[in-house]
């Protein structure tokens, strides 16, 4: 079976920093893509970027360069988020997904359960 | 930047059903163009990709439609199990994937 597992849930402080986890298993993790979308409580979903695990090709999208830092270790399959200086806004749930080739369009087909990031004093 | 918006926000209606969302895109984006849905307290789920073509076991009630700017979700006949959230998301420009504000569809 595909899937992504993420790390549990955090509790942090402002200014703290967080590392989310996202492991892949049941395909070969170095030939796909893996994004990470934002979801704020109550809000839609929020492109944040991708990296590619075999050449580590990283893009962000414009609000978070510099907010946040992604990176794999092909080694055990897993891809990182990591946010430094964490403020109350950082709240939410993070969710990574596979980016599969379909038809020669991009899709997110295989997503993780989410991790769930608060931040508060 | 691309802007994606849905329309409606949200939307009311009854098993049985015939429902059309619609996304417009701020540029043409041709046929890239995905769909998701989610439930509360889930991750979200691939329905569509390249503006019309089903992903495998998506109920064949689910059809998307369109291409360049103006783009549609339409589901044949609501099921209890359709009441959900629904976004849709451009893959034209290149890895920067924006979605649409979401379409929350309720139990009228």
């Known amino acids: 079976e595909v899937q992504l597992v993420q790390s549990g849930a955090e509790v942090k402080k402002p200014g703290e920093s967080l590392r989310i986890s996202c492991k892949g298993s049941?395909?070969?993790?170095?030939?796909?893509?893996i994004a990470w979308v934002r979801q704020m409580p109550g809000k839609g979903l929020e492109w944040m970027g991708l990296?590619?695990?075999?050449?580590?090709?990283?893009r962000y999208s414009p609000p978070f360069e510099g907010q946040v830092t992604i990176s794999a270790d092909k080694s055990i399959s897993t891809a990182y988020l990591q946010c430094s200086s964490l403020k109350a806004s950082d709240t939410g749930i993070y969710y990574c997904?596979?980016?599969?080739?379909?038809?020669?369009?991009?899709?997110?087909?295989?997503w993780g359960q989410g991790t769930t990031v608060t931040v508060s004093s | 930047d691309i802007q994606m918006t849905q329309s409606p926000s949200s939307l009311s209606a009854s098993v049985g059903d015939r429902v059309t969302i619609t996304c417009r895109a701020s540029?043409?984006?041709?046929?890239?163009l995905n769909w998701y849905q989610q439930k509360p307290g889930k991750a979200p789920k691939l329905l569509v990709y390249?503006?019309?073509s089903l992903e495998s076991g998506v109920p064949s009630r689910f059809s998307g439609s369109g291409s360049g700017t103006d783009f549609t979700l339409t589901i044949s006949s609501l099921q209890p199990e359709d009441f959900a959230t629904y976004y849709c998301?451009?893959?034209?420009?290149?890895?920067?994937?924006?979605f649409g504000q979401g379409t929350k569809l309720e139990i009228k």
């Open positions: 997904a596979r980016l599969q080739t379909m038809r020669g369009y991009y899709a997110m087909d295989v």
């Open positions: 049941g395909y070969s993790f170095t030939n796909y893509y």
């Open positions: 990296i590619h695990p075999g050449d580590s090709d990283i």
């Open positions: 540029q043409r984006i041709w046929m890239f």
């Open positions: 390249a503006a019309s």
């Open positions: 998301q451009q893959t034209y420009t290149t890895f920067l994937y924006t």
